[in-house]
């Protein structure tokens, strides 16, 4: 043993339990007598515990924590004591014991500042990871704006401060507006100046963040508080929503004045919540622009809702081919006659091909009959026109109708039917028997010119004339696999129709056909069924019958 | 003309005969996916120099014609018709007849229906239902 | 309502629904309406013409179908004329003006389900207590209902379906609206008498009948938060086993084997025409359907009383319920690898068995 320099005097026994460089060593390190006195102070412990010196109680020179831990460690042994961890000043500091002579322990400090600060900050980091992900989540939930504003105002006003404000663009001259406090959400449309909120006007227009330190919180307007929001506003950060190349609009956050101030790690993080927030408004926004306008494009392509028309009933069903998709080339309509005695035109009809180039097509034929409906009574001049009007050099896209002209007398329903390149029109009669009209006829926009075979029929109470395109008959699947619908079993389900309304019919063809095509991809089907009703019909029932959304 | 490794795929065989004739084999649907394809073919086909006198499809193989499908075959047509070629639908199946009777378009491609000033040297009959194959180079 | 007092009214119910059935087995449109209107004209509540004449009839109409009173166009112009009477007497009744309808909910039927009348009755009742609502009809396709709730955010979904074999779809369905922070209300026989499967498929809530889900639907539902959508194999964890995946993927496999063994089994049946040989296959495809449906929600419930219900309508038709003992034994051969569907196809022979001992020739084109 050397005897070493240090900080208590020298010639002490208690070199004997301590290394020669314990006096420089790194860590501050006590020894402690059993009766809370201390022995021996290093040069890093006395720096830290000015108070600290041979002989002064513990009590008198450490952190109650360490006293504490000192305690403990004399009356159950120093080994069992375990560390011990406590802040002093500016430190959090960890104490570790081990034994020394006659009872003596000896404390090593160790300065735990910066693990546990990382450990804070790591903390954060995943409580803040998780929010985003929850936030995400949640925003991208819903393509509807309002409803994206409200839950980006509940989730920020939930973690990031006492209230929210989200301002959304200007629609016209007023900015819709959600506001939440205290979990509630309000929403309001106002006629409001941006700049009446320091840094917002910025905000909007897409312009940097302004930092939360230069904007007056007693300067914020009225409307820029939430109903639930109680006291004065300590402090505000007003950042922008990125959106796609234009803001999706700008986030205010308050906090009450009994509250801590933003610090910067805090906007920072509000501009990362925001940025989220931004994207999810962009995409429900984007979303409902879209959805709005092929909702009124629809309106048009949509096949009309059927209705009884001068004591002949009309049906129609519609599936498009891919769920997704509601417009394709299937398509019929019903043009009532302009009284009693006159006749009705129905048609029903395919055009070649998908999507929206088959739409258009769509669109073109129903548009062009409606307004060739003066000559709805001669069918091959019809046709004719129709025809000429579609004829186009570039591409051979055709289309395949048939035409209906019905007109009731007596309780006899009188139908002339054309098809032009068509499936004819099968006719189920009261006994069950089923007919397929005598009609052909060539299809319409290719050839230059078009001829046709007319069918006259007349179908009595309780029988159905059913209109169909071909993908009926051609869709596959059954119970065995991979087998056509067919022309026999469409007349098969057709002979059980007799004396249903059409209603009935429609449903019942479109049923069977959906059970036989089960999980399989199958092609647009629409159907169209003209009935001479069993009974003479109910005029409190006729027309207006509410409608479904999808066939 | 090599028989394709997979006939459930579409596919077409090209070829000229040594009579000048253009062939196309189709095999497989003639669909929404295929439609286009065939329209092509036989345009390249007609652009040949010299140009062939006739063009004959043979439908021995299709398994399926769409509203697509028979407007690929409108469109044929109807580039025959413009070059001056005639056009022959040769072996047609049950399923091509039949859809072709229903849209009203089987009497254009009845031999000769293109309008081509060109002499029918084939031999073959006037209306398929399943004329003899064409010889093959 | 009504000054009417309870006996008097449930004396013209009663006289409405006699007049009712009469007009529907007849088919007889005029008469129907006018055994509706009546009960209107003489005071009684709306909302019980609906559910207690309406629906009564309605519920009577199926079970006349499957006792083979009913032919399929009775049933199906029954269902047309309650229909119609229902639009008409949407534009009689007005629906009461509220100062804020608060309450907005879409009512739909899941993918697949025909049957649009309950929801139908719904979606009018809730209208008659002065909800907004959006009726949305029979087999609404999920991406479709899904795209009218991003448009419209409704207070709540309700959602119908009376076939147990679209339990599958329905899920997918209120997995799909609840991920996009909308509650889901569940109603129709195929969730179970007791609700059960609504349960089982994580619905907000279930209602037995029109009456206690518009209750529901008006004291309100709390919004779920929304995010990510659940999968199936977290509300039902026994998916893993793939038994569900791979008894549906062999659905055709499954049916061509059996029929192809049924024939070698039963003489009989080599006889058939092409015809009645479908038929057959249907009934064969049902019995996979049906165990498919019960591997998915683990509920063997679920094929039992469909082998039993199938019994009942083939015995109505004079079609002897052991014809379907010998697809089973076909099916356990076919699926015997997968110990969860062998033990439900156990329970079905056994829940056949029961039904006592009838001769096992299999009469043709029975409808299932």
């Known amino acids: ?551 | ?137 | 309502m009504t000054d009417m007092t309870t006996a008097q009214e449930d004396g013209t119910l009663a006289r409405s629904r006699d007049a009712l059935w009469q007009a529907v087995w007849a088919r007889d449109e005029d008469a129907a309406a006018r055994a509706v209107f009546a009960a209107l004209d003489a005071g009684v509540d709306p909302e019980a013409v609906l559910l207690d004449v309406i629906a009564h009839t309605q519920r009577e109409v199926g079970r006349a179908w499957a006792e083979n009173r009913f032919s399929v166009a009775q049933e199906h112009s029954a269902t047309a004329i309650h229909e119609r009477i229902i639009a008409a007497m949407a534009h009689r009744v007005p629906a009461p003006v509220t100062e804020t309808p608060g309450t907005t909910v879409t009512v739909a039927c899941v993918d697949g389900e025909w049957h649009a009348l309950p929801a139908r009755l719904l979606a009018e009742v809730l209208r008659l207590r002065g909800l907004r609502v959006d009726f949305l009809g029979a087999q609404v396709p999920t991406p479709h209902l899904i795209a009218h709730l991003h448009a419209t955010v409704p207070t709540a979904v309700a959602l119908s379906s009376s076939l147990p074999l679209r339990l599958p779809t329905a899920h997918s369905a209120i997995t799909a609206v609840q991920a996009i922070g909308v509650p889901v209300v569940a109603g129709g026989a195929a969730f179970g008498t007791d609700g059960r499967y609504a349960r089982l498929l994580g619905a907000d809530a279930w209602a037995p009948d029109a009456r206690s889900a518009a209750g529901l639907l008006e004291r309100g539902l709390p919004r779920p938060a929304g995010g990510a959508v659940r999968q199936s194999v977290d509300d039902l964890p026994h998916l893993v086993d793939q038994e569900y995946t791979l008894v549906v993927r062999a659905k055709r496999r499954l049916v061509r084997n059996t029929l192809a063994g049924l024939e070698e089994r039963l003489p009989a049946m080599r006889a058939y025409s092409e015809a009645q040989r479908e038929r057959t296959a249907e009934d064969v495809l049902h019995i996979v359907e049906f165990l498919a449906c019960s591997l998915y929600t683990d509920d063997s419930g679920l094929f039992t009383g469909f082998l039993d219900w199938t019994a009942d309508i083939l015995e109505a038709r004079q079609v002897p319920a052991r014809v379907l003992e010998p697809a089973l034994a076909l099916l356990q051969k076919e699926l015997k690898d997968f110990p969860r569907t062998l033990g439900l196809l156990d329970q079905g022979r056994d829940t056949l068995r029961r039904r006592g001992t009838r001769p096992s020739v299999p009469g043709p084109g029975a409808p299932a």
């Open chain 1, 1 to 551: 043993m050397t005897r070493v320099e240090g900080s208590s005097p020298p010639g002490q026994e208690l070199l004997s339990s301590v290394g020669a460089a314990w006096t420089r060593a790194p860590y501050p390190s006590l020894v402690v007598d059993t009766a809370g006195a201390l022995v021996e102070v290093n040069a890093q412990a006395a720096r830290l515990f000015p108070a600290a010196g041979k002989g002064v109680p513990l009590a008198r020179a450490v952190p109650d924590w360490l006293v504490e831990g000192h305690r403990r460690a004399a009356v159950g042994g120093a080994d069992a004591a375990g560390p011990v961890r406590g802040r002093h000043e500016q430190w959090t500091l960890e104490a570790h014991a081990t034994s020394g002579a006659d009872g003596q322990v000896v404390w090593w400090l160790v300065d735990d500042t910066h693990r546990e600060l990382a450990e804070t900050a790591l903390r954060n980091e995943q409580e803040r990871t998780r929010f985003l992900a929850e936030a995400s989540s949640r925003l991208l939930a819903s393509l509807n704006t309002e409803r994206c504003m409200e839950v980006a105002v509940e989730l920020a006003s939930q973690y990031l401060a006492d209230a929210a404000v989200l301002v959304a663009p200007a629609a016209g001259r007023r900015h819709p507006l959600s506001l939440c406090a205290g979990g509630e959400v309000e929403h309001r449309t106002l006629r409001i100046d941006p700049a009446d909120v320091p840094g917002l006007k910025e905000a909007l227009q897409g312009f940097p963040p302004v930092p939360s330190r230069w904007i007056d919180p007693s300067a914020l307007p009225e409307w820029a508080l939430p109903d639930g929001f109680t006291g004065p506003v300590g402090s505000v950060v007003v950042t922008p929503l990125p959106g796609h190349g234009v803001p999706a609009g700008a986030l205010i956050l308050l906090r009450r004045s009994d509250q801590a101030a933003f610090d910067a790690s805090e906007e920072l993080f509000a501009r990362v919540f925001a940025a989220r927030a931004g994207a999810a408004l962009s995409a429900a926004r984007l979303y409902m622009e879209q959805s709005s306008i092929t909702a009124t494009l629809m309106e048009d392509l949509l096949p009309p809702l059927l209705r009884r028309v001068h004591g002949v009933e009309f049906a129609g069903g519609y599936r498009a081919a891919q769920d997704t998709e509601r417009v394709g080339g299937d398509f019929y309509d019903v043009h009532p006659g302009a009284a009693p005695g006159e006749k009705t035109l129905a048609v029903l009809g395919d055009v070649c091909g998908k999507g929206l180039e088959a739409a258009v097509l769509t669109g073109r034929i129903r548009g062009t009959l409606q307004a060739l409906l003066p000559l709805a009574g001669d069918h091959q001049h019809l046709l004719r026109l129709l025809n000429g009007t579609l004829l186009n050099s570039r591409h051979t896209r055709f289309a395949t109708l048939v035409l209906a002209s019905v007109v009731r007398q007596e309780n006899t329903a009188h139908l002339s039917l054309t098809s032009a390149g068509h499936p004819p029109p099968l006719i189920v009669r009261q006994d069950g028997a089923v007919e397929e009209a005598r009609t052909s006829g060539t299809l319409i926009g290719v050839l230059p010119d078009v001829r046709s075979v007319t069918a006259e029929v007349d179908l009595r109470p309780g029988e159905t004339c059913l209109l169909y395109t071909d993908g009926v008959t051609e869709a596959r699947g059954g119970p065995l696999g991979d087998v056509m619908f067919g022309d026999a079993r469409l007349r098969d389900a057709l002979a059980e129709c007799a004396g249903m309304p059409a209603e009935a019919v429609v449903e019942r063809i479109h049923m069977l056909v959906a059970e036989w095509i089960g999980d399989n991809r199958h092609d647009d089907i629409a159907v169209m069924a003209i009935t001479a009703p069993r009974t003479t019909h109910l005029t409190a029932v006729d027309g207006h019958t509410a409608g479904r959304y999808t066939a």
């Open chain 2, 1 to 137: 003309m090599n028989t394709a490794p997979d006939d459930s795929v579409f596919h077409l065989d090209t070829a000229h005969d040594a009579s000048g004739d253009a062939h196309i084999r189709i095999t497989g649907d003639l669909d929404w996916d295929s439609a286009d394809d065939l329209a092509e073919a036989a345009r390249t086909l007609l652009c040949a120099d010299p140009a062939p006198r006739r063009l004959h499809l043979d439908c021995a193989r299709l398994t399926l014609c769409d509203s697509l499908g028979l407007a690929s075959l409108l469109m044929v047509h109807r580039t025959c018709a413009e070059a001056g070629v005639s056009l022959h639908l040769d072996n047609r199946p049950a399923l091509l007849r039949r859809l072709l009777d229903l849209t009203g378009t089987a009497f254009l491609f009845d031999d000769d229906a293109t309008g081509a000033e060109v002499p029918d040297t084939s031999g073959e009959a006037a209306a398929p239902p399943s004329p003899p194959p064409p010889s093959r180079a």
